[in-house]
């Protein structure tokens, strides 16, 4: 919140967000969240009339959820239906659609960031085949509904990610979670270009790797690796046709709001996160993680692991390189037979931002960045 009648809106370009999670007490079936969605700051309150942020309303997401008690200031009870399965739920004749910038969706064993675009360019209040309700009409909606992510294990790498030290991120340990939104220019006012994650944990930066995807490398969330892609997998996705990381900019320019969460999965187990979905499928992407086809059962999950919880904390929000530790690197530039002046602003290690960037160490990548921003943005000029 921003204050008692408002919810905080973020701005991403050029930024990071970055916080410490521990994920150690979620199991199979469960998902501790943090996104965020472009929900109006005042919940609604101007445009409806009604109560808005003070009372936590005018959520939205890419999922364009039918079951929130109220959209738009009136209550969604029309044509309500109880869930089978959880006797807190339902679901009414509306949803509440935006665009949602997932960067964690996780459990201990799989985890993801996804970037979700939405063809409205705002909180928009869906019926009928506009929602894109599972089935024949999930990608016929407003909203891309699968997304575009970065998930280790259905990249091909099983050892990136999960419980023990034989992973590369152990998560039965904190894990510092820092999150970019890269824009083309190096500035607030650029195009959002890449959003990049990285991890530090035991005092060791670790970057994504680079995956072969349709043929091609690539280790961040960009239009060309969502492309490839959906190419690959053929699941549906359909970011691109949705906007792609142009509508996930405009969203960012409205201001988007920070939502945490830890839930479980009444549709499908929450199989998408940590095991193989569809279930026996053998589909490029369909393998998520080492669960059991027959795990997260919501009624399981919540009778025998009522204790879970995650723990987010350390949240820090700045321009890029302001909210990790450690030393501002220099780019060095190739060897040269005779002494080289001390470098001025317009001296680009590799001659363009991407080569500068290129050239950064992974321990101390972040500060690598600002410092190739600042010394190569007078090439473009």
Request: charged share 20%; aromatic share 10%.
């Given at each position: 919140?921003?204050?008692?009648?408002?919810?905080?809106?973020?701005?991403?370009?050029?930024?990071?967000?970055?916080?410490?999670?521990?994920?150690?007490n979620?199991?199979?079936?469960?998902?501790?969240?943090?996104?965020?969605?472009?929900?109006?700051?005042?919940?609604?309150?101007s445009?409806?009339?009604?109560?808005?942020?003070?009372?936590g309303?005018?959520?939205?997401?890419?999922?364009?959820?039918?079951?929130?008690?109220?959209?738009?200031?009136?209550?969604?009870?029309?044509?309500w239906?109880?869930?089978?399965?959880?006797v807190?739920?339902?679901?009414?004749?509306?949803?509440?659609?935006?665009?949602?910038?997932?960067?964690?969706e996780?459990?201990?064993?799989?985890?993801?960031?996804?970037?979700h675009?939405?063809?409205?360019?705002?909180?928009?209040?869906?019926?009928?085949?506009?929602?894109?309700?599972?089935?024949?009409?999930?990608f016929?909606?407003?909203?891309?509904k699968?997304?575009?992510?970065?998930?280790?294990?259905?990249?091909?790498?099983?050892?990136?990610?999960?419980?023990?030290?034989?992973?590369?991120?152990?998560?039965?340990?904190?894990?510092?979670v820092?999150?970019?939104?890269?824009t083309?220019?190096?500035?607030?006012?650029?195009?959002?270009?890449e959003?990049?994650?990285f991890?530090?944990?035991?005092?060791?930066?670790?970057?994504?790797?680079?995956?072969?995807?349709?043929?091609?490398?690539?280790?961040?969330?960009?239009?060309?690796f969502c492309?490839?892609?959906?190419?690959?997998?053929?699941?549906?996705?359909?970011?691109l046709?949705?906007?792609?990381?142009?509508?996930?900019?405009?969203?960012?320019?409205a201001?988007?709001?920070?939502?945490?969460?830890l839930?479980?999965?009444?549709?499908?187990?929450?199989?998408?996160?940590?095991?193989?979905?569809?279930?026996?499928?053998?589909?490029?992407?369909?393998?998520?993680?080492?669960?059991?086809?027959?795990?997260?059962?919501?009624a399981?999950v919540?009778?025998?692991?009522?204790?879970?919880?995650?723990?987010?904390?350390?949240?820090?929000?700045g321009?890029?390189?302001?909210?990790?530790?450690?030393p501002?690197?220099?780019p060095?530039?190739?060897?040269?037979?005779?002494?080289?002046?001390?470098?001025?602003?317009?001296?680009?290690?590799?001659?363009s931002?991407?080569?500068?960037?290129?050239?950064?160490?992974?321990?101390?990548?972040?500060?690598?960045?600002?410092?190739?921003?600042?010394?190569?943005?007078?090439?473009?000029?």
């Amino acid at each position: 919140m921003k204050d008692d009648y408002a919810y905080f809106l973020f701005q991403l370009k050029n930024k990071e967000f970055t916080y410490t999670v521990d994920d150690s007490n979620l199991g199979c079936g469960l998902n501790g969240a943090l996104y965020f969605v472009q929900m109006d700051a005042d919940g609604g309150k101007s445009k409806y009339g009604n109560a808005g942020a003070q009372l936590g309303l005018g959520y939205c997401d890419a999922q364009c959820p039918h079951d929130l008690k109220f959209i738009n200031g009136e209550a969604n009870v029309e044509d309500w239906k109880p869930s089978e399965t959880d006797v807190n739920a339902g679901t009414g004749k509306y949803g509440s659609c935006c665009t949602e910038i997932d960067i964690w969706e996780a459990n201990s064993i799989s985890t993801a960031y996804t970037m979700h675009a939405c063809s409205t360019g705002e909180q928009t209040r869906c019926e009928g085949t506009d929602c894109g309700d599972n089935g024949a009409y999930r990608f016929k909606g407003i909203c891309d509904k699968n997304g575009c992510d970065i998930q280790s294990y259905r990249l091909g790498n099983e050892k990136f990610f999960g419980p023990g030290s034989n992973f590369q991120i152990d998560s039965t340990k904190p894990i510092t979670v820092t999150t970019q939104f890269i824009t083309n220019d190096g500035t607030d006012h650029g195009k959002l270009a890449e959003v990049k994650q990285f991890y530090t944990q035991n005092g060791k930066t670790v970057e994504h790797p680079t995956y072969t995807v349709n043929g091609k490398g690539h280790k961040t969330i960009t239009d060309d690796f969502c492309q490839d892609w959906v190419a690959e997998t053929q699941d549906g996705t359909n970011f691109l046709e949705k906007g792609g990381l142009g509508a996930i900019e405009k969203a960012i320019d409205a201001g988007v709001v920070l939502v945490m969460s830890l839930w479980d999965d009444h549709y499908a187990n929450m199989l998408w996160l940590d095991s193989t979905y569809p279930v026996d499928s053998t589909d490029p992407g369909a393998a998520r993680g080492t669960c059991s086809t027959s795990s997260g059962v919501p009624a399981d999950v919540e009778s025998q692991h009522g204790d879970s919880h995650v723990i987010f904390s350390d949240i820090k929000f700045g321009p890029i390189g302001s909210t990790t530790d450690g030393p501002t690197p220099i780019p060095t530039p190739s060897p040269s037979p005779s002494p080289s002046p001390s470098p001025v602003p317009s001296d680009c290690p590799g001659g363009s931002l991407d080569a500068c960037i290129d050239l950064c160490p992974a321990s101390v990548f972040a500060e690598c960045v600002k410092s190739c921003q600042r010394r190569c943005l007078s090439t473009l000029v």
